[in-house]
């Protein structure tokens, strides 16, 4: 399967040489521990590993992303993934590091402190689960943060939205449960549940508050790129003779099967073509690079000699105007786009936000539900819609 999903590239390249222990074949000594210490394990078990390898391998990647996407303190997001690599100091995993210490919970007293134990099955962390204001009544049957996070897309959300801001409640929670648990190891004061409740609510309300309003320290700092990578506020029409591109590619999570989708448009704003088109891929910047490649192709099958080519994945882009180092399964696919590029008069690359790019996104998605290639008519219903509902704020230039 990993060898049916290399994307060989259109025109022919020069093979080099590359370090193949790195994603990105660039060789670093960090790259050469790993694969010694899998070199290792394999001898020693006869399967490739590492240190953590059950926890890595158990763990789906929708929760990696979940946690890592999740609207909440940074510090937090990385006491969660701790929580998932055994890497925070409780009883059970300093015991297990050979540290003489009591593993027992320091507030029941009766337990191994394992980091479910500490945040779920003790007693304490169930009081304050079911007074917060989630009114989570935590279950008997082996509680753990894994299954509440496993099971996350399940629970009857209103809306996305929604449920961002019950998971970023959920982690100021476990946070200042564990903050209750230092307090009580170190100063040996402890803190009832109203208390833990209460600090926890009021550091989620002030962080949600402001991340929501855009104001205060915690806004996200804005990384200031080079003019060729700034983001439009709304889709323009592109100058005289010149075609734009939209290109963007969908993949569900824990899946391989992916869709790109790509439309082409004139400096009136008339649709040229739209493209839906099914794939296979391991990640999506492969996805996002394909469909750039896509567009392309169609541009140099049209013989159009001026175009832009607008993507919302910012990555990408500036793989392709900064040379920046890029993945080994992309380089095939980038070698074939910058290949085409050199073969118009003129042609460049745009970042654009998400919002922009809501036909080629939409174009994607249909692709997820295609069995082939789809050309779609310009007079489709369904384009005509998306396309109408876009000419009501994007602007073209005059004649």
Same mark, same amino acid.
């Given at each position: 399967?990993?060898?049916?999903?290399?994307?060989?590239?259109?025109?022919?390249?020069?093979?080099?040489?590359?370090?193949?222990?790195?994603?990105?074949?660039?060789?670093?000594?960090?790259?050469?521990?790993?694969?010694?210490? +899998?070199?290792?394990?394999?001898?020693?078990?006869?399967?490739?590993?590492?240190?953590?390898?059950?926890?890595?391998?158990?763990?789906?990647?929708?929760?990696?992303?979940?946690?890592?996407?999740?609207?909440?303190?940074?510090?937090?997001?990385?006491?969660?993934?701790?929580?998932?690599?055994?890497?925070?100091?409780?009883?059970?995993?300093?015991?297990?590091? =050979?540290?003489?210490?009591?593993?027992?919970?320091?507030?029941?007293?009766?337990?191994?402190?394992?980091?479910?134990?500490?945040?779920?099955?003790?007693?304490?962390?169930?009081?304050?689960?079911?007074?917060?204001?989630?009114?989570?009544?935590?279950?008997?049957?082996?509680?753990?943060?894994?299954?509440?996070?496993?099971?996350?897309?399940?629970?009857?959300?209103?809306?996305?939205?929604?449920?961002?801001?019950?998971?970023?409640?959920?982690?100021?929670?476990?946070?200042?449960?564990?903050?209750?648990?230092?307090?009580?190891?170190?100063?040996?004061?402890?803190?009832?549940?109203?208390?833990?409740?209460?600090? *926890?609510?009021?550091?989620?309300?002030?962080?949600?508050?402001?991340?929501?309003?855009?104001?205060?320290?915690?806004?996200?700092?804005?990384?200031?790129?080079?003019?060729?990578?700034?983001? *439009?506020?709304?889709?323009?029409?592109?100058?005289?003779?010149?075609?734009?591109?939209?290109?963007?590619?969908? #993949?569900?999570?824990?899946?391989?099967?992916?869709?790109?989708?790509?439309?082409?448009?004139?400096? +009136?704003?008339?649709? &040229?073509? *739209?493209?839906?088109?099914?794939?296979?891929?391991?990640?999506?910047? #492969?996805?996002?690079?394909?469909?750039?490649?896509?567009?392309?192709?169609?541009?140099?099958?049209? =013989?159009?000699? #001026?175009?832009?080519?607008?993507?919302?994945?910012?990555?990408?882009?500036?793989? &392709?105007?900064?040379?920046?180092?890029?993945?080994?399964?992309?380089?095939?696919?980038?070698?074939?786009? #910058?290949?085409?590029?050199?073969?118009?008069?003129?042609?460049?690359?745009?970042?654009?936000?998400?919002?922009?790019?809501?036909?080629?996104?939409?174009?994607?998605?249909? *692709?997820?539900?295609?069995?082939?290639?789809?050309?779609?008519?310009?007079?489709?219903?369904?384009?005509?819609?998306?396309?109408?509902?876009?000419?009501?704020?994007?602007?073209?230039?005059?004649?």
């Amino acid at each position: 399967m990993a060898i049916r999903q290399i994307k060989l590239p259109l025109f022919p390249c020069l093979d080099k040489q590359v370090w193949g222990a790195a994603s990105k074949g660039i060789f670093s000594t960090k790259s050469t521990y790993h694969l010694l210490l +899998n070199l290792r394990d394999y001898l020693a078990t006869g399967h490739a590993s590492s240190s953590n390898r059950h926890k890595w391998e158990d763990v789906p990647t929708s929760v990696w992303k979940r946690i890592w996407h999740s609207t909440t303190l940074p510090k937090i997001k990385n006491f969660l993934w701790r929580i998932y690599v055994d890497g925070i100091a409780c009883g059970d995993n300093l015991a297990r590091r =050979n540290i003489s210490i009591d593993p027992g919970c320091c507030l029941c007293g009766y337990n191994l402190e394992t980091c479910d134990h500490l945040l779920f099955e003790c007693p304490f962390p169930r009081a304050v689960w079911f007074g917060s204001n989630l009114s989570f009544l935590v279950s008997n049957i082996q509680p753990s943060l894994a299954g509440l996070l496993t099971g996350w897309d399940k629970f009857p959300f209103p809306s996305k939205d929604r449920g961002k801001e019950v998971l970023c409640l959920v982690s100021f929670v476990c946070w200042h449960i564990w903050l209750a648990r230092n307090h009580i190891t170190f100063t040996g004061i402890g803190w009832s549940p109203e208390e833990v409740i209460s600090r *926890a609510q009021s550091a989620f309300q002030e962080f949600w508050d402001i991340s929501t309003t855009g104001k205060g320290p915690t806004e996200p700092v804005t990384q200031h790129l080079p003019s060729t990578l700034e983001i *439009a506020e709304g889709w323009q029409c592109p100058p005289t003779d010149y075609i734009k591109i939209n290109c963007d590619a969908a #993949l569900p999570l824990d899946s391989t099967a992916g869709g790109l989708g790509f439309i082409a448009r004139d400096h +009136n704003g008339s649709t &040229l073509t *739209a493209c839906s088109e099914p794939i296979f891929i391991s990640n999506a910047l #492969l996805g996002e690079a394909l469909a750039v490649r896509a567009g392309l192709y169609w541009a140099n099958q049209a =013989n159009i000699p #001026l175009f832009i080519v607008e993507s919302d994945c910012s990555n990408l882009i500036s793989i &392709l105007i900064g040379g920046n180092s890029h993945p080994l399964d992309l380089d095939g696919v980038i070698h074939d786009i #910058l290949r085409l590029a050199e073969s118009f008069s003129s042609c460049s690359f745009v970042n654009i936000s998400r919002d922009v790019n809501v036909i080629a996104h939409h174009l994607a998605r249909k *692709a997820l539900s295609a069995t082939s290639r789809t050309i779609w008519p310009l007079s489709n219903p369904w384009l005509l819609n998306l396309c109408n509902q876009e000419s009501l704020s994007f602007a073209c230039p005059l004649e």
